[in-house]
């Protein structure tokens, strides 16, 4: 097996191309490239996909433009409350941690947990003091805190005030979490995710993102999948897995799964009268790629197993240059 390929996302339901500046946009698509890079790198060099997606997301982590690590969302007290996760698809293995507050970048201690085998998923103080002593990097709360995320906090609250949170301009201003999936030369897939939550969400609320076969989900010889959107009912359809159940027991190809779960089970859910915005990408056991959104946009990435990389925010695709071939 010498096939590789990886794909990224930075989360859906992204802001209306004049919500930003151009130079914004540009920057966050540097560092979308940034983070292809970094999961690229490990591949070409025979590494394993866990962890490609380990140091993609890192990467995502830090830069401020996305909604995880460095520029998380705020909840409801003005506290950053952090969660991640990752699974290897060649032993279903996985490590997922929640409403952290102090780790750097969440996706490397979800790895480390995974690693070190006694438990699946720690939360709170818990996931930070397993961080401290694994000798992870760990952070003040301001590390994580930036303009953005206090202005959106306190444009949520005031949403919340004139009972205009659920509108689906403010979807936008609500959510976003980053991902990747990777598949490296033994043929083994691997997913991870990371999140800040939503701004102003309740304190303690945890999302799909470290939910192991809710908003990431792996098994070789089937797929991998990344989840973006709104959490809670990321967790009431199982998404990652019900991706994977789609294709291995009904048969269907990569992106006909990923779209009827997308574009058919979330967006016309019958647990509510208002769009679900959602957003995944996937990969299948032979690098096929899927990235799929029912929102205006989500930021994302990918590199075929050509090594042709790409970037986009919305319609527009944009090629990365002197991009490491394999």
Known sequence: MNTIALAIHGGCGVLPLDGMTETE????????????????TVLTRGGRSVDAVEAAVAAMEDSPHFNAGHGAALNENGIHELDASIMDGETLAAGAISAARTIRNPVRAAHALMDDGRAVFLTGEAADAFARNAGLAVEPQSYFTTPRRVA?????????AAGTESTESTENEKHGTVGAVALDRA??????????????????RVGDSPVIGAGTYARDGVCAVSGTGKG????????????????????????TACEHVVMEDLAGSRHTT????????????????AAVYNTPGMF???????????????????????????
């Open 300 to 326: 994302r990435g990918w590199v075929t197993p050509e090594g042709a990389a790409f970037v986009a925010t919305h319609e527009q695709v944009f090629p990365v240059a002197d991009f490491p071939r394999t």
């Open 187 to 204: 043929g083994h897939l691997a997913a991870a995710t990371s999140t800040g939550g939503y701004n102003n969400k309740p304190a303690g």
């Open 152 to 160: 959106a906090l306190a444009a949520m609250k005031a949403h919340a």
């Open 274 to 289: 208002g769009l679900i915005g959602a957003g995944v990408v996937a990969l299948g056991p032979h690098g096929e790629i």
């Open 232 to 255: 809670e009912f990321f967790i009431r359809h199982v998404v990652g897995h019900e991706i994977a159940s789609r294709i291995a027991y009904l048969g269907e190809d990569l992106g």
């Open 25 to 40: 946009w540009a920057e966050a698509r540097t560092d979308l490239g940034r983070a292809l890079a970094a999961g690229w």
